[in-house]
């Protein structure tokens, strides 16, 4: 029997667990890729089964957590209880400069805190006193936006009127965010109302907003960093590598940016994405109204840092391909190193992952950079076009799970016995149990960068850390019992 047989044998014996309908409704999310196949197979993007566990994020956890919450000199103002607010605060570690509460924001938390008044009589006149409030003690802020949470939605709350009247009389910007957590079926949809903001609420008045550096002039290398959130610090690498090949990187949106780099993404000559889900709403709306192209990269590894640099450079005249060039083999030496280091002790290991926005596809080649295997992919809240471009990374016989449960990842692992697991949280201390080597791959693990030539050499460490740790040795999994 072949590999691609046996595997998708064994989804059909994890699915025997479910009772029918839910078998029925789970297989169309489960599968294996095949050779030459145009995409993985599964559906994607519709609702997670109830009473199966999930670890998918709501849409005010896409906009607030995701798009919003990084641009870090504007307030960004949880609007309903506390809890959801308190969640989110500061959980993905997104890296900034700046003086935090004085000009920078990011790791601060400000909500609304509703009470059970405030769902009985409405909280729009608590929202006008807290937007007074952030004005007064925070006059650096460069603006404010208000994220709703599902009781803003379910009593009718009138944000955006709120927040046009504030901002007609302050003269700042308040962006009203509808991103009640029960919306769409994921963290998904609160991206694209996130995106949906920017175009309506803040490109119409981006120049009355923009405040032009002294002495900037539009020129033809002029790029954006559309989607990269700067956890652990990958945005830095990633912009000193675009520098290096004679681009100026005008705006970071979100990671490490700030308001004014939001207004001045009209003025570039391309925006480059990394996070293609949470992201290409924006880019594809600036495409239209700008004339603005864009391109997705991936800068995971070496392979495919060359590769997305030449891919860049392509888009520019013969200065910047040859400087791409340069900076590739200025690396290599170092990259040789790095993988002739780590490689022994990494070759044939495999690996499962899961998780969100682009990981699951782009990671895939810094671990093969390093010969070791995925063996199973998928993601959170991914939909049809993220699936497409994940069959150009995976190979034959990988597993691909959409929205996968906890049960679902658990016995897929029992069975495929990796020798890493790749996700979230959430999962984290669930394989630590089974001593499987886990690394949390939503923020790195407290560990990062991961983007870039400097983030592949601390990539390399962190994997060779997790799996050849002896501590593992002390653990008995459940299937050696």
Known sequence: MSTVEERKALVQEVLEAY???????????????????????????????????????????????????????????????????????SGRRNYYVGTTGVDTFGTMQFTSDFQERDIVFGGDKKLTKLLKEVDELFPLSQGTTIESECPVGLIGDDIEAVAKKHAKETNKPVVPVRCEGFRGVSQSLGHHIANDTVRDWVLPKADEYRKLPEGFEPGPYDVNIIGDYNIGGDAWPSRRLLEAIGLRVICQFSGDGTFNEVVMTPLAKMNLIHCYRSMNYICRFMEEK?????????????????????KIAAQFDETIQAKAEQVIAEHQERMDQIVEKYRSRLEGKEVMMMVGGLRPRHVIPAFEDLGMKVIGTGYE???GDDYKRTADYVGEGTVIYDDVSGFEFEELAKQMKPDLIAAGIKEKYVFQKMALPFRQMHSWDYSGPYHGYEGFEVFARDMDMAINNPTWGLVQAPWQD
């Open 19 to 89: 009772p029918a309908k839910a078998k029925k409704s789970r297989s169309k999310h489960l599968n294996v890729t095949e050779e030459n196949a145009s995409d993985c197979g599964v559906k994607s993007n519709k609702k997670s089964v109830p009473g199966v566990m999930t670890t998918r994020g709501c849409a005010y956890a896409g906009a607030k957590g995701v798009v919003w919450g990084p641009v870090k000199d504007m307030i960004h103002l949880s609007h309903g209880p506390v809890g959801c607010g308190y969640y989110s605060w």
């Open 381 to 383: 809240f991914g939909h």
């Open 290 to 310: 700008y004339e603005i192209p864009w391109l997705e990269y991936n800068f995971f590894g070496p392979s495919q840092i060359a590769k997305s640099l030449r």
